[in-house]
Every structure is written in structure tokens, then in C-alpha cells.
């Protein structure tokens, strides 16, 4: 194995734990935001900027994992497929909560409630990717999957 394939072979799980990072920085901007408290139509032109750019990332990278990343586990390790299942699960329950997120959004909820929405995400958020990294980062060290990142793990 040539030290490229190798390389390309543990970067997975580097993109993986790079993807969360940004992931959880975009939660914290997107949170930080709504803190502010920006009085008025800024605030709100502000915070539709940021919840629509968080939602749209994190609903891309579970995308991704759902359509290629998670099949190429599968084939290579058909043992990890309850653990897949329960990540898959996590990422419909996760989608819905951003869903209620954007729908509030929307409709100019008010900060209190704006918040509760972004700390049950980042609840669930968080607890999904420490469990996805403590069950897949070894695997993903030597996964042969040759895709571009962005496809794999989303667009962020």
C-alpha cells in the first residue's frame, strides 16, 4: 500500500472528527447569535442566516453519511450494521428537530423559544457524534471508500 492510499485511508476519520468540529462551531455561532439579542428585523435577518446555514450543513452531513458512508461500513463491516441503524435513527430524529428549528425560525419565534430549540439539537447533536466517533473512527481508519469528502460527509 502506497503511502497516498494510506493517507487516504485514515483521513476518513479525520474528515469525520473536522466535519463535527465545524459542525459544533456553527451551533456555537448560531446559538452566539441569538444571545446577542440584536434588537428588531436585523436580528431576525441575522439569525435566518445562521439557523438556515446550521440546518442546511448538518442536514447535508447526515445526508451524506446516510448515502455513501454508511452503505461502505456496512459492506466492509456487516457486524456494525445495528450501530448504523441507531445513527440513521439519530439523523431522522435529529432532521425533525431541525424542522421544528426552521419552522420557528420562520415564523419570528420569540428568542426563549428560538433557544430551547437550538440546545435540545445541540443535546442530541452532540451525544450522536460521540457515539458515532467512539463506534466508527477506528473503522473509518482503514474504510476503502473513494468518493470526494464532501460527498461522504456533506458540504461543511
Known amino acids: 500500500m502506497s ?21 459544533r462551531e456553527a451551533l456555537s455561532v ?4 441569538l444571545a446577542g439579542g440584536t434588537p428588531g428585523e436585523a436580528a431576525t435577518r441575522e439569525l435566518l442566516l445562521y439557523c438556515h446555514g446550521f440546518c442546511t450543513a448538518l442536514d447535508g452531513h447526515h445526508q451524506g453519511e446516510d448515502r455513501t458512508l454508511f452503505p461502505a461500513v456496512a459492506a466492509a463491516h456487516p457486524e456494525l450494521r445495528p450501530v448504523l441503524r441507531s445513527l440513521e435513527q439519530d439523523h431522522a430524529m435529529i432532521a425533525h428537530l431541525l424542522g421544528s428549528l426552521r419552522a420557528a425560525v420562520d415564523r419570528a419565534a420569540p428568542p426563549e423559544e428560538l433557544d430551547r430549540h437550538l440546545e435540545g439539537i445541540a443535546a442530541i447533536m452532540e451525544n450522536h457524534f460521540r457515539y458515532e466517533e467512539r463506534q466508527l473512527l477506528t473503522v473509518l481508519d482503514t474504510l476503502e471508500l473513494a468518493a470526494a469528502p464532501g460527498e461522504v460527509l456533506g458540504p461543511i
Open 3 to 23: 503511502e497516498r492510499e494510506t493517507t487516504r485511508l485514515v483521513a476518513w476519520s479525520q474528515e469525520l472528527r473536522q466535519v463535527h468540529s465545524r459542525l
Open 30 to 33: 448560531t446559538r452566539a447569535s
